[in-house]
């Protein structure tokens, strides 16, 4: 059984940084494409940032500059450090997996956690 599960969320003031953490069970982490997603009320869910297998990344241009992935696979966790943060970052964040992340496909998604960014 697969398993994604979010940490790191939370409320921050605009310019603050948080670090979501997405520790996963049940895949061969090392060999899996993973991902951050959010999604605004409403809206479809957009890819923010992945990572490949072999440690390559893509960012939205929203997020470019601001944002990082990285993964451990020692540890099975993909992370994302959001700095400069805005309120109009202000969402539920998913941690995805699977072969066609980047592709906007996940195979697995987290339960999602919250980021809620105050002007």
């Known amino acids: 059984q697969v398993q994604l599960v979010e940490s790191g969320g939370g409320l921050v003031q605009a310019g603050g940084s948080l670090r979501l953490s997405c520790a996963a069970s049940?895949?061969?982490?090392?060999?899996?494409?993973m991902g951050w997603y959010r999604q605004d009320p409403g809206k479809v869910r957009e890819l923010v940032a992945g990572?490949?297998?072999?440690?390559?990344?893509y960012y939205a241009d929203s997020v470019k500059g601001r944002f990082t992935i990285s993964r451990d696979n020692g540890k099975n966790t993909v992370y994302l450090q959001m700095n400069s943060l805005k309120p109009e970052d202000t969402t539920i964040y998913y941690c995805?997996?699977?072969?066609?992340?980047?592709?906007?496909?996940?195979?697995?998604w987290g339960q999602g956690t919250q980021v809620t960014v105050s002007s």
């Open positions: 995805a997996a699977g072969m066609s992340v980047l592709a906007g496909s996940p195979d697995y």
């Open positions: 990572i490949s297998s072999g440690g390559s990344t």
């Open positions: 049940g895949i061969i982490f090392s060999f899996t494409a």
